[in-house]
């Protein structure tokens, strides 16, 4: 069974960063593509940052294309996102989603109707003084 876990999320200060992973378990994360959302309240989730199978695609929305990284360890099944410079607007619980497995050169989605195998639960993340 496929299953994802996020983690880092926390109440930070606007300017700070944080990490966030998403952990595999049940699959190897490096047959899969990663893609990372975020909902705020009261608005409909939007994709953020992706990556593919190979690490030869990754897309970053524009909105924080400047601040946001994301990379992968698959020795330790994670795929992470940095946030660098957080603002309140990007206060939201933030879930990551798996695609595959992949063969070498498809790409990452960051469309949330697209039927990923599998979802996280979250991690929330507020920025806040």
């Known amino acids: 069974q496929l299953r994802l876990v996020e983690s880092g999320g926390a109440v930070v200060q606007p300017g700070g960063s944080l990490r966030l992973s998403c952990t595999a378990s049940g699959f190897n994360i490096d047959d899969y593509a990663i893609s990372w959302f975020r909902q705020a309240p009261g608005k409909e989730r939007e994709g953020v940052s992706c990556?593919?199978?190979?690490?030869?695609?990754?897309i970053t929305v524009d909105s924080v294309k400047e601040r946001f990284t994301i990379s992968r360890d698959n020795a330790k099944n994670t795929v992470y996102l940095q946030m660098n410079s957080l603002n309140p607007d990007d206060t939201g619980v933030y879930y990551c989603a798996a695609d595959g497995p992949q063969g070498p050169w498809q790409p990452c989605y960051l469309q949330k109707t697209y039927e990923f195998g599998a979802w996280g639960q979250g991690t929330q993340v507020t920025v806040s003084s």
């Open positions: 990556i593919s199978k190979t690490d030869t695609i990754s």
